[in-house]
């Protein structure tokens, strides 16, 4: 879009509506009534509930807000409740208003934060308005996917500007907002402002219903069939879905001149893992795959190819229905119920509004589609029905095949209640945290009446305020028993400690970390891994990771167990305490309680020893190695993001004295691990620090994610990639596994009966080689740089500590490059 530019200190309604409405216009967009409504009351000053369908232009009203807000010289704030959909409004704007007048705080970092139009997630402007209540420097506030005011867990961050901003203008958006009469005259009577409605607008791309009680297979050719692609497969589980594309493989879903197209636009993307290679064959194909645990570059492949109208069966989860821009004609639900997270259970009129929406493209399609998939067993019946035809007979002998156990039924009915539905009301979901109540004392004034009114003037019905107001009261005692509060002899009460600036901004248990990164001797040889592990106990939890963790944990117990004899139940008994590791773990909860006692609001927060950094590093695995070894296929994206978090979180939170030479090269090692898989997630970072909003711009439509840069320019990164390469065969070694040693390098002349042969005179001087941190230090290993290759000895750590063997090695940095890792040839393997 062209630049939008203000009209300084104008506020005449008629003169912004009627600027606006020309820009749009040379945009090629005219105005549907429903926005010129939206727009009318904006300009005009009064709050705004837009709950109209996807697809009727609620972005181009959230444009026009922050053009009136700007054009008067006020500040506006657009909130979104994922950082992914932050970052691409923030680069939006920043094309329509220019990068001086855009700014953005995603709690990692802050863009131009003084800028007059700010982006950033719910959280950030809850934590904003409860630290500064009526002078939070904000003059309207466009909250979009309002729908998250009912999240059990986060929606206390939509709820809170409300209560504590009444100076504020609020344009509040959703698809799916349901009766909102009592929140529109709450907001009146905080803000002194009228509060408009504009909802039950009629869709521009109207939607068409079907039940199918064919298989999906031909469900999903009809669709195709009938020019109704691009079809939108949704289930409720990734495996799900990607069982589904496979399973379509076989059919005809692109024709030729489609995969051609394909195979033009992709041929140099590079396929780095088991899930890539799967998802290169789909895409081929003419098949997308869609869900959040996959690499975010394969993501937006499927995404951009979508765009594109190449991409004609997309297999997802419901992930899409939360914003993300996949234009599709149809919407085919493979059933109507999910799990939440407790148990199985039908969907919710909003779960189905904000999904089904996703169908039908204005300016591409003339309707939409959505069709409901009707349960395997009651389309088998209907199939065995359709074959007996008039033979009574074989009727009689029809098996009736019943619905699995635990099935939660739906059917034609319950499509059509769905459709007829209009979404439930929102409820609220307030919440009291000690880092709210810190926040709001830290305002300075009368706390006790701030934290009154927040407590009992909420949406909460009675009896909740009356929980919340105990709640509060206990946090209060707590903090003035740790001396974080203190109560003067008139009443005051205020706190005796400063707050950080970006207090419950940033990752909350960073303050912790600093503390206990003390309680390490740098001298120790697992200094650099337990710095880590105090990152990483910081950090959520990679739930895959985790189960994988403990499940091979699991088997290797099993397996121990067995050799020594254990019966059956109490191998059973004793499998209770086995778990994924967590380093430091004895230490760590001992350091939390006692920081709790000084520091109470981090009692909001859950400690989580975790080692998937570690373990990672330890076991010398690459991210393939690592994936495939606890069957991550699924989850690549999991892991990257956390990976990619953890790298981000070790060089903002420890400090330069703190990081030791090995320290620097496990942390340089683990951001050139995430970006040869991925290096978008490193670039999104360095981007919002440091934004090219040009570039940005130039390469929104672009297929082709950039190549990852030259591996061995990160020497000190690639000399990690070295260590782990050797390291691995110091473990193997150390377990006689020649076969895998023979694996890794018949290439280079070392098969497994060349690598017995050799080690066997080792084990002649020597009962066992170590693989403790001694075993992994650099003085074991000795690296001599050259232009196009390195010649490498790894010494092996004896327990006589002679260091009299070892092995000598070539590394290849040409064959490196190419290959996105450190290419090892061993030459020799020796006494010194």
Known sequence: MATLEALPHVTDPDVLFEAFELWAGEQGLSLYPAQEEALIEIVSGANLILSTPTGTGKSLVAIGAHFAALSAGKRSFYTAPIKALVSEKFFALVEIFGAENVGMMTGDSSVNADAPIICCTAEILANLALRNGEDTPVDQVVMDEFHFYSDPDRGWAWQVPLLTLPRVQFILMSATLGDVTELAEDLTRRTRRPTALVTGVERPVPLHYFYQLTPIHETVEELLGTGQAPVYVVHFSQAAALERAQALASAKVATREQRDAIAELIGEFRFTTSFGKTLSRLIRMGIGVHHAGMLPKYRRLVEQLAQRGLLRVICGTDTLGVGINVPIRTVLFTALTKYDGVKMRQLNAREFHQI??????????????????????????????????????????????????????????????????????????????????????????????????????????????????????????????AGIVEQSASGEIRLTVDLQANFALNQPLSPFALAAFDLLDPEAPTYSLDMISIVEATLDDPRPVLSGQQFVARGEAVAAMKREGIEYDERMALLEDVTHPKP?????????????????????????????????????????????????????????????????????????????????????????????????????????????????????????????????????????????????????????????????????????????????????????????????????????????????????????????????????????????????????????
Do not use: C
């Open 356 to 481: 089904a929406g996703r169908a039908g493209r204005a300016g591409f399609d003339t309707a939409g589609t959505v069709v409901a998939q009707a349960p395997d067993h009651e389309t088998e019946k209907l199939k065995a029905i359709e074959k007996a035809g008039d033979d009574v007979k074989k009727k009689r002998k029809i098996i009736r095949k019943k619905a699995p156990e635990g099935f939660v039924s739906w059917g034609e009915p319950s499509f059509q209640r769905l459709i007829a539905a209009e979404p439930e009301t929102l409820t609220s979901s307030m919440q009291m945290t000690s880092a709210m109540l810190i926040n709001v004392i830290g305002r300075g004034g009368d706390a006790f009446a701030n934290v009154h009114a927040l407590v009992f003037d909420n949406h909460e019905p009675w009896k909740r305020q009356l929980a919340l107001a105990r709640r509060a009261l206990g946090i209060y005692k707590t903090l003035r028993e």
């Open 584 to 832: 430091l773990d004895e230490l760590l909860s001992y350091a939390f309680n006692t920081y709790k006692l000084s520091q109470p609001w981090i009692a909001d927060f859950e400690l989580r020893p975790k080692s998937v950094v570690r373990d990672m590093y330890e076991r010398a695995m690459s991210f393939g190695e690592f994936i495939a070894f606890y069957k991550l296929a699924r989850s690549e994206g999991v892991v990257l993001r956390y990976l990619s978090d953890a790298y981000r979180a070790a060089r903002q939170t420890i400090p330069d004295e703190a990081k030791s030479e090995d320290l620097l090269d496990l942390i340089e090692w683990l951001g050139e691990l995430v970006r040869q898989v991925d290096s978008s997630l490193l670039d999104e970072w360095e981007e919002l620090i440091h934004p090219d909003a040009a570039a940005h711009a130039a390469g929104a439509h672009v297929v082709m994610p950039p190549a990852p840069k030259r591996l061995t320019t990160n020497v000190r990164a690639f000399r990690i990639l070295v260590r782990n390469e050797l390291f691995r065969r110091v473990q193997l070694a150390a377990l006689e596994n020649y076969e895998a040693l023979g694996e890794l390098d018949s290439a280079s002349g070392f098969d497994a009966e060349a690598w017995a042969n050799a080690l066997d005179g080792y084990y002649d001087e020597h009962t066992e080689i170590l693989t403790g941190a001694d075993a992994r230090s650099s003085a074991l290993l000795i690296i001599e740089e050259g232009a196009t290759s390195w010649t490498v000895r790894q010494i092996l750590d004896d327990p006589a500590g002679d260091h009299d063997w070892g092995f000598t090695a070539e590394v290849d940095l040409e064959a490196s490059d190419e290959a996105g890792e450190a290419i090892v040839r061993i030459a020799a393997v020796n006494r010194l």
